[in-house]
């Protein structure tokens, strides 16, 4: 073990893909029911990870800040999708730290971006809805060196897939019932 990771595991599992890349294909989703106002739960899907069904039985509530009508009762929709990105690019560093042998004993992640609610509120065509920038600092301690830890941020940036979602064009297909 090396930062709470299964070395072991993580090499027999990338090994696993290898041999056969379907074990490495993974649907996930969500299910989510407005309550009330800006108020919604979202609930986990059960998660399809190569030929294994993974119960996956979560739930969080989405709410907004009483200045954007809501209660101020949880994060917002981009609090949480700020924090799935951050969380899915620590997973990348833990676990590329953890293939070079790197041990970590402290590691935060700041996003931060600016959204014009113009957008949002369609008031104005030509401002984009969507954060135009995301900025991001790691705060990293551990036994690596600068350049180790700049290689481990570039493989970040190269393999984690919240990260990517965000980056490349996403074909979104939607449909009403």
């Known amino acids: 073990m090396l930062n709470n990771i299964n070395i072991s595991g993580l090499s027999e599992y990338a090994n696993e893909i290898k041999e ?4 490495g294909k993974a649907s996930y989703g969500v299910e989510l029911n407005w309550e009330s106002g800006t108020k919604t739960r979202v609930k986990t899907k059960n998660m399809i990870l190569g ?3 993974l119960v996956r039985d979560f739930s969080f509530v989405i709410d907004e800040p009483t200045q954007l009508l809501g209660v101020n009762s949880a994060p917002n929709p981009s609090e949480y999708m700020l924090g799935g990105l951050a969380g899915c690019m620590a997973v990348t560093f833990m676990a590329g730290a953890t293939a070079m042998d790197i041990q970590i004993s402290e590691l935060k992640l700041e996003i931060d971006g600016e959204l014009d609610l113009q957008g949002f509120l369609g008031l104005n065509p030509d401002i984009n809805p969507g954060f135009p920038e995301l900025k991001f600092i790691f705060h990293v301690k551990g036994s690596g060196t600068q350049e180790q830890y700049t290689n481990l941020m570039n493989r970040v940036t190269k393999h984690s897939p919240n990260y990517n979602t965000f980056k490349n064009e ?7 019932k």
């Open 170 to 176: 996403v074909k979104m297909i939607g449909e009403l």
């Open 20 to 23: 056969n890349n379907i074990q």
């Open 51 to 53: 030929n294994h069904k």
